[in-house]
Structures are given as structure tokens and as C-alpha cells.
Nanobody, 124 residues
Framework: QVQLVESGGGLVQAGGSLRLSCTAS????????MGWFRQAPGKEREFAAA????????AYADSVKGRFTISRDNAKNTVYLQMNSLKPEDTAVYYC?????????????????WGQGTQVTVSS
């Protein structure tokens, strides 16, 4: 059983930056592809970014491409999401998730383990 704990959320002005972290325990971190998802009030949870087990492959939603960067440090059992040029529409609860399938996926249903989420609020 993998436990995931996110941190780094907060309130930031539009145009600002935040870095989210997600630390895993209870499993072999390098066996999991990792993803970041977000959910705004009244909306479904949506894919933001994902990274393969080795870190060699990444994927981004079109809405964050060029502004967000996902990375991981397998020695620290941690995945990061660097968020730059933040917009009010980026406001959401951000979740990290772990998946053992081959290759990164954008599908919520493919991820087995989820963190509790961290709130990101971008003011205009």
C-alpha cells in the first residue's frame, strides 16, 4: 500500500509560481508512474501532468503545457510540480497519484493510489 502526501499549495497572485511536492511511502517509488491531477469546485478531476517511472517520459495537459513542469527524485521518493505563470483558472485542489501500468497515462481510472490533495488558489 502506497501512501502519498502532497504539500506546497497556497495562495498566489496571477503570474506567480508555486512548487508542489508529493512524497510517497510504503512502496517502491520507482515502480510507479506518477501523475498530478486537479479538481476545481463543481468540476470533475482532470489530468495536469504525468511522469514515467524513470523520469524519462512526461505528459502535460494542453492547458498547462509550457507553464508547468513535472519532475521526480526517486532517491527522495518525491514527485514535484513546478507551476509558473499561474492563472486564476488554475485554482483547484491538486492531487498526486501513482500508477504501475506500462507507460504514462492521463486517465484518472488508471491510477491506483491518491494523496489527500493540496489547495492552490490564484488571485486575479
Amino acid at each position: 500500500q502506497v501512501q502519498l502526501v502532497e504539500s506546497g499549495g497556497g495562495l498566489v497572485q496571477a503570474g506567480g509560481s508555486l512548487r508542489l511536492s508529493c512524497t510517497a511511502s510504503g512502496g517502491a517509488f520507482s515502480n510507479y508512474n506518477m501523475g498530478w491531477f486537479r479538481q476545481a469546485p463543481g468540476k470533475e478531476r482532470e489530468f495536469a501532468a504525468a511522469i514515467s517511472k524513470s523520469g524519462m517520459t512526461t505528459a502535460y495537459a494542453d492547458s498547462v503545457k509550457g507553464r508547468f513542469t513535472i519532475s521526480r527524485d526517486n532517491a527522495k521518493n518525491t514527485v514535484y510540480l513546478q507551476m509558473n505563470s499561474l492563472k486564476p483558472e488554475d485554482t483547484a485542489v491538486y492531487y498526486c497519484a501513482a500508477d504501475r501500468h506500462v507507460g504514462v497515462t492521463r486517465r484518472v481510472s488508471e491510477y491506483e493510489y491518491w494523496g489527500q490533495g493540496t489547495q492552490v488558489t490564484v488571485s486575479s
